[in-house]
């Protein structure tokens, strides 16, 4: 079996996961599973856009690594692959923290970010819903430093594994505890404050997505104690003419929902170039 295909079986494997964890230790109880832009987020985010810019990182990651001399240095090649993982793990997850922190204090980034924010239900896969822009970039830069550092080809394969199930994971609507561990890794417990939209400002915490370490040391955690206070909603409030998708139980022929998914994703990438407000 190729590590590709057991890539994908394991990511394939942890979704079924987390919808049974989700069912049987909720965090918001009587959430839905086909909840508004389900089939949105599974079928034009996870899959056409995913593939399609997979297509175009990789596209150009190998035409640099075949037309330079960059990759010929190979300057951690001969490292042991668990250490070039956990090197890439690190380091790309330092540069999220500060990108993700940029994204909400930068108008223009912002645009490429509010998709991620829009769903007003969070789960296991409301995280796949990133605008394409933000997209090429974090993966341009997750993916670029493993070819042009020489690494062992199957490093791009764990690396894309284990940010797809912790992405999941850390936006799931799991009732999880993870006690002295929040103060190092993420988990949905703290991630859940940064997607909330109280009214407050508890979204401009939490930047962090495998390790709340950078929170902690950078003073943007925000971790109230889970048996007193509670996120209430989550979404865009502040930006009620954001398209979301149409509720599927409104439609009742498969190929209505596939178009209405078309629609809401073109919809939904064409907003983020709207004029901004005087």
Do not use: C
Not at 10 to 17: F, G, H, N, Q, Y
């Amino acid at each position: 079996m190729s590590l590709q295909l057991l890539s994908l079986i394991i990511i394939s494997a942890a979704a079924v996961l987390m919808v049974v964890l989700e069912k049987l230790f909720p965090y918001t109880k009587g959430q839905r599973i086909f909840r508004e832009g389900f089939f949105n987020d599974i079928i034009m985010y996870s899959i056409v856009q995913s593939y399609l810019l997979g297509l175009i990182i990789f596209g150009f990651l190998n035409w640099v690594k075949f037309n330079t001399d960059l990759y010929r240095y190979s300057l951690i090649g001969d490292w042991p692959v668990w250490l070039q993982v956990l090197f890439f793990v690190i380091t790309h997850d330092f540069y999220i923290y500060w990108f993700h922190r940029w994204q909400h204090n930068n108008r223009f980034l912002w645009r490429t970010h509010e998709a991620h924010h829009s769903p007003k239900t969070v789960d296991w896969l409301s995280g796949a819903r990133s605008h394409s822009l933000e997209i090429l970039i974090n993966q341009s830069v997750e993916f670029a430093p493993i070819i042009l550092l020489g690494a062992a080809p199957e490093v791009a394969i764990y690396k894309g594994m284990i940010s797809a199930v912790w992405g999941m994971f850390i936006h799931s609507n799991i009732d999880v505890r993870l006690g002295r561990l929040q103060y190092l890794i993420n988990g949905p417990e703290m991630h859940r404050w940064h997607h909330s939209d109280d009214g407050g400002k508890e979204y401009q915490n939490n930047f962090g997505t495998k390790f709340a370490v950078w929170d902690w040391i950078f003073g943007t955690a925000f971790f109230p104690d889970p048996e007193k206070r509670k996120p209430l909603r989550f979404g865009l409030s502040d930006t009620p003419e954001y398209p979301l998708s149409i509720e599927e139980e409104e439609i009742t022929k498969f190929h209505k929902v596939i178009w209405s998914d078309i629609v809401s994703y073109i919809r939904q990438h064409t907003f983020a170039f709207r004029k901004f407000r005087k």
